[in-house]
């Protein structure tokens, strides 16, 4: 016996509200007039950052944020909507989303949710200018490295020294 309708839509409200639960950040888009090689090539550099996007319907949004615990997106999910969701990374959905609504004005950032929080477009855009978690980490090895380079340094200016003076 298959499913009822309903039942598709209870399961995919179910899941939906575990993804905005589980998730590090979630963007939500208008991407209303975006073409399709537009939306394909959108698609896969989310997923190749490791973030899912998800066209769905607002009012099945709508309940699975409200079963998470997440109040107030009611304004955000109207109209054409896609939601990203990133279960790691919490700038890089927002920061691939941003950067590509540069190119693409018709993509525009709705809101979202950022570690649980609800979040405007305007919060949303200040996340995608952080650094990203690799740049983030590059910066931390910059810094934990810097005082074994210039231990190093000058270990090497004074056995320089000492040869100069022993020839």
């Not at 298959?2 to 979630?26: G, M, N, R």
Request: proline residues 2%; glycine residues 6%.
């Amino acid at each position: 016996m298959s499913q009822s309708v309903i039942e598709k839509k209870q399961q995919i409200v179910e899941d939906l509200t575990k993804k905005f639960e589980d998730a590090a950040s979630v963007v939500v888009v208008d991407y209303r007039g975006l073409t399709v090689d537009e939306v394909t090539d959108l698609r896969k550099q989310l997923r190749d950052a490791g973030v899912e996007m998800r066209v769905l319907k607002n009012t099945m949004l709508r309940r699975a944020a409200v079963a998470a615990g997440l109040e107030g997106m009611d304004d955000i999910f109207k109209g054409p909507t896609a939601v990203a969701f990133s279960n790691e990374d919490v700038v890089a959905p927002a920061k691939i989303m941003a950067d590509f609504a540069k190119d693409a004005e018709a993509l525009e950032i709705k809101g979202g949710v950022i570690e649980g929080k609800v979040a405007s477009a305007d919060e949303i855009n200040a996340v995608a200018k952080l650094p990203s978690r690799e740049g983030l980490l590059s910066m931390l090895l910059s810094v934990l490295q810097a005082p074994v380079r210039n231990t190093a340094l000058a270990v090497k200016a004074v056995a320089d020294q000492k040869d100069g003076e022993a020839a």
